[in-house]
Each structure stands twice: as C-alpha cells, then as structure tokens.
C-alpha cells in the first residue's frame, strides 16, 4: 500500500516537479534541520554516498510505519486511513516547506495517498480484514461493519503463512520493526487466531479465494509501485537541461589561461593527478535532488546594499568578458588528508566587475549567495573585489558545468573553502553585512568566515613498501597564497625537504616528491607545507567543525 502510494506520487513528481516528491521533501527537510554533527558524522561516515544512505533510511522507516498502518488496518479500514493520512501530512508538510515549494509540489502526495487507500482498501478486502467480501452481511455499510477481524479470524487456513500485514507484502523493504516496535504492537490478529486447524469443517474455506486475491491485489499494487517508481525517476531525469548542456556553446575567453607549464604532474604512481576531472570531482552540497535549472530560465539578481540593483539572464552573463583559471575548491569538512579537495579549470565571468556595476554601498561585508534549492553561502565581499579570480563559473574542464556542479552557474572563489564562496545553481546575490544574515553553514554553528587553511597530503606510499629507495608523495594547498616548500619527517626525525612540481598559478594545490631510503620495519610519515607568506601549516589537531580541520597528515608505512 505504502509501495503504491510512493510509487504514484513519485510518477506525478517525475510528470511535473521533482521536488514535490514526498520522500525528496522529506529528505531535503531531514538534510536541513538534521543537527550539524550527525550531518558531519553522515558525510564522514557515507561520503558522497550520505544522499543514498539517507533515502534508505527514509523507506526503512517508511516500510516499518506501513506494516504498522497494515495492521491497523486489518483491524479497522479507518485507522489505516489515518494512518496513511498521517503519512501523508508529513509529505505534504516537507513538500511545502522546502524553499522552492510551488502549491502544485502537494500533487504527488495527495494523489499518491488517495490511491494508497483505494490499494489499502483492496488489500485489506482481499485478505480477509475488516471491509472483506463475505464476512460483511450484505447491505452493511462496509467501513461500520464492527469486528469483522475477528469473524474473519474464526476460520483460519492450517498453513496460512502468506505475511498477515498487505504493507508488508508490498513494501520496498519488508524491514522487521525493532524489538521495542514489535514488543508495543498488537499482534497481527489472524496470527494471533492462527492456530490448530479448527473443527469447524461445515463452513466453506474462505480464505481460499481471499488469499488468492489478496496475493493478485499484492503483486499488482507491488508492480504499479514500482513502475510508479521508476517511470517517476525516468521522468525526472529527462528534462531540458540535458539538451541545453549537448547544444551550449561558450565564446572565448577573453582572459585565457595559458597552456599548462610542462611538469605539474611529476608522473608518480598513486600520486593524485594535477587536474581532476570532472567524473571523480568531488561533490558536496545538501541538494537530494540536484537541481535542474534551464539556462533560458536562469537569471541572477544581485541586490541589497547596492546603489544600483542588477538581473543578468545567462545569455547577457556570457556576453561579459569570460575569464579562464587554475583553482582547487576544497571543502571545509575535509579531514586531514580527506578526498573532499579537486583542482579544476574554470571558466566564468568575473564576479567583482559585476558587483563593481551594482555599486555596493558603504559597510557592505558580505554576499549572501543563494542557490535555486535555498542553499545560502556568505562570501566576504571584500575578498571577492580584492583582485583575485572570483568567478560566476559556466564551465568547468572545458566542458559545461556538470549539472552536479551547479548548472548553469555557480560561483568559484579562490582561496576560501566552498561552503563560504562556491555556490551552486547561484541565483541571487544579496549584499548585506555579516550581522545581518546568517548563511546555511554559519546558522548550523560554522565560521562565517571560511579562508582555506594550509594544508597537505600524503599519496604514495600507499601501502606496505621493500626498503631501498622509494618516493614518498602528495599534495599541498595554501590557495591564493601559493606553496613555498613541503617538507617531510620519519619517526619524528628531523624535516627534510621535498621537491616541488612545477604550478600554474598560486590558486592551485601543489604536488611535491621526497626520496627516501626505506629500511625495515614500520614507521610513521608526516608531512607539512609552508605557503608564500612564510606560514607553515600548524601540528595543532583540529576537527573541520567549525572552520576547517588542521594538522599534520601522516601514514604508517611497513617495509620489508
Ligand atoms: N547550492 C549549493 N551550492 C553549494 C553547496 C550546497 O550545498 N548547495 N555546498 C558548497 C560546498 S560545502 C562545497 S565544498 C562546494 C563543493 O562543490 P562541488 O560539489 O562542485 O565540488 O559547493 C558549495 N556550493
Ligand atoms: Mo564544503
């Protein structure tokens, strides 16, 4: 039932607005209010895979709350309304909740839950619950029959093991409720009445027939479920933006970068290579479904503390002089030598000539930047006019923004860690002073302030390693700043220094390579790195909550 339910509203989600879907709401309204350290402990603990883990989550709790309703409803049809009305008010409340909530985001729910109760209906009906055929006197209305559970109950079949609850037959993930659950809930009543075959032989089998509709009703609602489900997503997947990425074409940049100097990448097995690509860059944000934004449809105001107010639509954005740059975007929940860091080729307007054209006023600090799903970062204005690259980014590796990385638009800011500066989907930009707002990170407890520490990584080794000479390897990063030197200990030992690879720029990370004569044994490798300002990354273990993590990175390495 629970199964039919989801499956239609997500087809009328997929046919219209996938954010009206309940279990998308539900989730995106769980990802937002979910207290900031059990959402560090998800994306520690699932990483990119956290969304998937929270949609599991989200059915599992669905599965065990339909069994009950399923009960609930073998006994009377009307609590398993409720029930399902209950369920459904909370779709509906996420639905509606959500920042870019439309009236028509309560469709899929209240179509979904009006055929969940017509499939509530049949199932019960045809396993022999309280509306069923034949157990009602005819001319009885169905839903006043008083106690038919347990008339039904008077014959129970000698080998009745078909699972006494339809949700639970039908549902996605037959999960058994907890023990404390189960210990709190009636027992299902044909179980209950189950027992050695009755004496009761003049009475015509009914459960017969009722069995096998209720397998028939079963299989149908867990079939309609699931094209529901399927045909949902297929939906929402298809859209416009598919297309618009195929067709984009961008000028020429008018400040192009020039070609890469020759020995960025020091060809190390293991070591992470200079650019990333966009297939493993890494993602982080709190959109369950990433937003779809059609490029004719994309516009950016930019408004606040502001003398002159600017909407630019994307067609305008690209006919400003495009800028090309090297910049490494790191995240500011990355642990100590953490993945949630890549190096990419951006190509975008610049931010700080169009804030120049609004003209900010006096006392202007910060811009709060929000995304089409509501995200809201707050970049420190005075950062974003200092001179450096701050764009309104439209391609990424020389290809079009992934729509994961924030098609059409988003905002890249080097040297500040992307909950502060890197936007996605970025469709407003209000300037304001830092006490005035709050943005989605600093409410949930981060710095407002969000500069990118300096900090390294150590590669290779990756594993156990012969003695003799091996390389040890990694990454340095002190974005626009620019990495002076790495220097690397073993056992404590003394610091030796490492040998850089050749960089772009001072807006990207940094490879650099140590040779060292391995002998037997375990030991520990650290490794530090000192930026262009003279600062040398601190040994002072901090967790990335609220401004960054810090501390050496450091691997165990066995030699044999
Ligand atoms: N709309 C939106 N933009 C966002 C976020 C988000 O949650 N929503 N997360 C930010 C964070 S925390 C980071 S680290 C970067 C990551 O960008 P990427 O996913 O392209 O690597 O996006 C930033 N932009
Ligand atoms: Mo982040």
Not at 49 to 72: C, E, M, N, P
Not at 272 to 299: E, G, I
Not at 539 to 550: D, F, H, L, T
Request: aromatic letters at 6%; charged letters at 15%; glycine letters at 10%.
């Amino acid at each position: 039932m629970a199964w039919v339910a989801l499956g239609v509203s997500q087809l009328v989600a997929g046919i219209g607005r996938p954010q009206g879907s309940p279990v998308a709401a539900v989730g995106s309204a769980a990802i937002d209010n979910t207290p900031p350290a059990v959402k560090n402990f998800a994306i520690s603990a699932f990483g990119s895979h956290d969304k998937t883990a929270l949609i599991i989550g989200i059915l599992v709790v669905l599965a065990v709350f339909s069994a009950a309703i399923g009960i609930a409803a073998m006994r009377n049809l009307r609590n398993g309304y409720i029930g399902l009305a209950i369920f459904a008010v909370i779709g509906l409340a996420a639905a509606l909740t959500r920042p870019n909530a439309a009236l028509v985001d309560v469709l899929p729910t209240l179509i979904g839950a009006l055929v969940g109760a017509y499939a509530l209906r049949l199932l019960v009906r045809a396993a022999g619950g309280q509306a069923r055929r034949g157990a009602v006197p005819p001319g009885t209305g169905q839903v006043a029959a008083p106690r038919t559970a347990r008339t039904r109950g008077a014959t129970p079949p000698p080998d009745f093991t078909v699972p006494t609850d339809p949700a639970l037959a039908g549902s996605p993930d037959p999960a058994p409720p907890t023990a404390g659950q189960a210990a709190e809930q009636p027992r299902p009543v044909s179980r209950a009445r189950s027992g050695p075959p009755t004496t009761d032989d003049q009475r015509p089998a009914p459960w017969q027939p009722g069995r096998r509709s209720f397998l028939t009703a079963g299989v149908v609602a867990l079939a309609a479920g699931g094209v529901g489900t399927l045909g949902g997503r297929t939906l929402s997947e298809r859209s416009s933006v598919s297309t618009a990425l195929a067709n984009i074409r961008f000028p020429k940049a008018a400040h192009p970068v020039p070609p890469l100097p020759s020995g960025v990448d020091l060809g190390i097995k293991g070591l992470s290579s200079f650019m990333t690509p966009n297939s493993s860059f890494y993602r982080v944000d709190t959109a369950l479904l990433v937003p779809q934004v059609a490029p004719q449809s994309w516009q950016l105001r930019i408004h606040g503390m502001v003398e002159r107010e600017i909407t630019i639509n994307f067609h305008e954005l690209l006919k400003r002089p495009l800028i090309e740059d090297y910049i490494t975007l790191c995240c500011v929940s990355n642990p100590v030598a953490g993945p949630y860091i890549g190096n990419a080729k951006w190509l975008g307007a610049s931010l700080a000539s169009l804030l120049r054209e609004a003209r900010p006023r006096a006392g202007a600090e910060q811009l709060l930047c929000t995304s089409v799903d509501g995200f809201t970062s707050g970049t420190p204005l005075a950062t974003v006019l200092d001179g450096r690259d701050a764009l309104l980014a439209v391609a990424m590796n020389g290809a079009p923004l992934p729509v994961a990385h924030g098609f059409p638009a988003r905002m890249v800011t080097p040297g500040l860690y992307g909950y502060v500066s890197a936007t996605k989907w970025v469709t407003d930009i209000k300037v304001t002073t830092f006490r005035g707002e709050l943005a989605y990170w600093a409410q949930r407890g981060w710095s407002q302030q969000g500069p990118i520490k300096t900090e390294s990584r150590i590669d290779v080794p990756g594993g156990p390693v012969s003695a003799g000479r091996t390389q040890v390897a990694g990454v340095a990063w002190a974005q626009h700043k620019g990495i002076d030197a790495v220097h690397v200990r073993v056992d404590h030992g003394p610091w030796q220094q490492a040998r850089l690879a050749a960089v772009p720029g001072i807006d990207t990370w940094r490879q650099w390579v140590w040779d060292w004569d391995a002998a037997r044994g375990t030991h520990l490798i650290e490794a530090r790195a000192t930026d262009a300002t003279g600062y040398t990354q601190t040994p002072v273990q901090q967790p990335p909550e609220p401004n960054g993590a810090s501390g050496y990175p450091s691997v165990s390495v066995s030699v044999s």
